[in-house]
């Protein structure tokens, strides 16, 4: 991809609005996280809370791969500029939120906007980069999310203690009318798009009914509903009928939001995998690992942050590295050094006891995130590559919804084992908590570090406590490290560069 000259300046001002963009999506859940208890004192609705969260999620799994399929019919730069706007229109009327109801109506045009915005922005930073470019400039995209990792909490803790929660959402307009600006002014588009096209109306409706339908199984599956119960039964039957149905549909459809064609292709389909394995991996650490340290090694919520913010700078740090050397490394080398760089990682935590200390979580958290940003970048250039460039927009979003599964079922499969392994134990310890306080658990292992919670506790079950928190997270430690062994397996399949 050839660029006119004069274009240098031109090109640094629309990487500059698109990572903005990025940064606005990643921000937007570290700071809403530390607004929440005080949105719920003041707009009340506390049976709502979680779904503030997960209306947000859903909407954003769900446009991902959408937004993808139609920046390859479409203009890029007229759909990545609705995504903001609506991002921004609906931080607006989240912000002006008279009630609990009226905040998650707007956080799910939230989720979508942040959809479009998470699946476009590696569509145009690969646009506008030519292909020995390519690699540096979307190792940017990961600096972002790991200045949002460091920024957000800080910043929505300022804005709860000093202003108002509701510039947890205005403060998006500020950072996002420079974005619209900068993508208006400085963006053109490179790639051809089709003269006539025509919108897959039943493959969109079909895909997104059997996302929605399977991550909901997943999020509330074993928790709010038992698995053997009339709505998870529902959701599961209507759930593998839009399945069926979308791929009865693509099939047949003459434009396919999907074209199942994409996995006859071994690069497209092993380079996937090694992302949804890696994310599986990563995601599941960043949900549980706070509890073993909170809930054996009695650490502070300030060192629990600290550990875990070692994460995100690791995969920050990790996909710089790789970017500046892809040209020199290689794709599948690259991969193969992130995804042995996870085992051992991940490997170093099967080793976690009460003796492990805070400095030891946090030098192999790094190294886990280091390889999460060698294997993001280089899976990503793997899938690009595997496909025609007027396809760009599909591969990269079904990258970006690879990494949203993985996660999510990570999360999902080790939270429901975590929380039957702890009430196990405590159940058979030789003195028991009080039923009360075990059904709390089932309800939420987050109460765990609740102060009242923990005044709750007779005394002398403080170790029984902790040694029971250990064996539920160790299982989820052993599953993170198979998962990672997988995607060893999987990189010989991967062509040479």
């Known amino acids: 991809m050839n660029f006119p000259a004069g274009t240098d300046k031109s090109r640094i001002w629309i990487i500059g609005a698109a990572l903005l963009a990025l940064f606005l999506g990643a921000l937007d859940a570290l700071v809403m996280s530390a607004a929440m208890p005080t949105i719920i004192s003041e707009l009340g609705g506390l049976h709502l809370y979680a779904w503030t969260y997960t209306a947000y999620f859903l909407s954003r799994a769900v ?49 979508i906007g942040g959809g479009g915005i998470f699946a476009l922005v590696y569509v145009v930073l690969s646009d506008i980069s030519t292909p020995a470019d390519r690699a540096k400039t979307l190792s940017l995209a990961s600096l972002i999310w790991g200045v949002a990792s460091l920024v957000g909490p800080t910043l929505g803790g300022f804005i709860v203690t000093w202003c108002s929660w509701r510039w947890v959402f205005f403060i998006n307009i500020p950072l996002g009318i420079p974005s619209i600006i900068g993508v208006t002014l400085f963006f053109k588009e490179l790639r051809k798009k089709p003269a006539q096209s025509q919108i897959d109306v039943a493959g969109v409706t079909l895909l997104s009914g059997f996302i929605l339908g399977f991550l909901t199984l997943i999020m509330v599956g074993g928790r709010e509903f038992a698995w053997i119960s009339p709505p998870i039964i529902i959701i599961g039957v209507v759930t593998c009928a839009c399945g069926a149905g979308f791929y009865l549909a693509e099939k047949y459809a003459k ?102 200390t805070i400095t030891h979580c946090f030098l192999t958290f790094q190294i886990v995130g280091l390889g999460m940003g060698f294997t993001t970048l280089s899976t990503l250039l793997i899938v690009q590559k595997s496909v025609k460039t007027k396809d760009l927009g599909v591969a990269t979003s079904f990258h970006q919804f690879a990494r949203t599964m ?92």
Not at 84 to 108: H, N, Q, T, Y
Not at 313 to 330: C, E, P, Q, V
Not at 461 to 468: P, V
Request: aromatic share 12%; hydrophobic share 50%; net charge positive.
């Open 63 to 111: 446009s991902l791969p959408v937004f993808g399929k139609l920046s390859d019919l479409y203009s890029t730069k007229g759909l990545f500029l609705f995504s903001i706007g609506l991002f921004l229109i609906s931080s607006i009327a989240a912000g002006a939120s008279p009630s609990m109801g009226f905040l998650v109506a707007a956080r799910v045009f939230q989720g």
């Open 255 to 356: 434009d396919p939001i999907l074209d199942f064609k994409f996995f006859r292709y071994p690069t497209f389909v092993i380079g996937n995998s090694l992302v949804f394995c890696a994310s599986f991996s990563i995601f599941a650490l960043f949900a549980y690992a706070p509890l073993f340290l909170q809930g054996t090694l009695s650490q502070t919520s300030l060192q629990v942050g600290y550990a875990m913010l070692s994460l995100s700078l690791g995969w920050s740090l990790g996909s710089i590295i790789a970017g500046r050397k892809m040209h020199w490394i290689g794709q599948k080398k690259a991969t193969f050094i992130g995804v042995i760089l996870m085992v051992i990682g991940t490997g170093l935590t099967l080793g976690f006891s009460r003796a492990t």
């Open 406 to 497: 993985g996660g999510t079922i990570g999360v999902g499969l080790c939270g429901g084992i975590v929380t039957a392994r702890l009430i196990s134990q405590l159940k058979t310890a030789g003195r028991q908590l009080p039923e009360p306080l075990i059904a709390r658990l089932q309800d939420s292992m987050a109460i765990l570090f609740q102060k009242e919670f923990q005044a709750q506790v007779p005394e002398g079950m403080t170790s029984i406590l902790q040694d029971a928190v250990l064996n539920g997270v160790s299982l989820t430690f052993v599953i993170v490290f198979v998962v990672s062994i997988i995607s060893v397996g999987l990189i010989p399949l991967l062509p040479r560069d």
